[in-house]
Nanobody
Framework: QVPLVESGGGWVQAGGSLSVSCVDS????????MGWFRQAPGKEREFVAA?????HYADSVKGRFTISRDNAKNTVHLQMNNLRPEDTAVYYC?????????????????WGQGIQVTVSS
């Protein structure tokens, strides 16, 4: 069973909006830190956003992306506005039992399979 299942994503022109969502299959979601990371071809996986009791963002997406969570539905959502070609990547949802170092991929214990987001210029 895949611990996290992403949905959404797709293709959009620069300046447009997309969203991605992630459903957790039943861990202690409300007590977990949830994050989004992305990986573009030939690049390392990088932090995008995370949420504990408050949101955290990479500088590159601050003001454009919004992360939110619905603990009743075990869901975390990433709304992406004013998208740029450099936002093109596979986006991964991740969960962590820790609530620190949440900008680091190594802090996360379970991951989704990833979903493609493509922004054309």
């Amino acid at each position: 069973q895949v611990p996290l299942v992403e949905s959404g994503g797709g293709w959009v022109q620069a300046g447009g909006s997309l969203s991605v969502s992630c459903v957790d299959s039943g861990r202690a979601f409300s007590r977990s830190a949830m994050g989004w990371f992305r990986q573009a071809p030939g690049k390392e996986r990088e932090f995008v956003a995370a949420i504990t009791w408050e949101p955290h963002y990479a500088d590159s997406v601050k003001g454009r992306f919004t992360i939110s969570r619905d603990n009743a539905k075990n869901t975390v959502h990433l709304q992406m506005n004013n998208l740029r070609p450099e936002d093109t990547a596979v986006y991964y949802c991740a969960g962590s039992t820790a609530n620190y170092y949440i900008t680091r991929a190594s802090a996360y214990d379970w991951w989704g399979q990833g979903i493609q987001v493509t922004v054309s210029s």
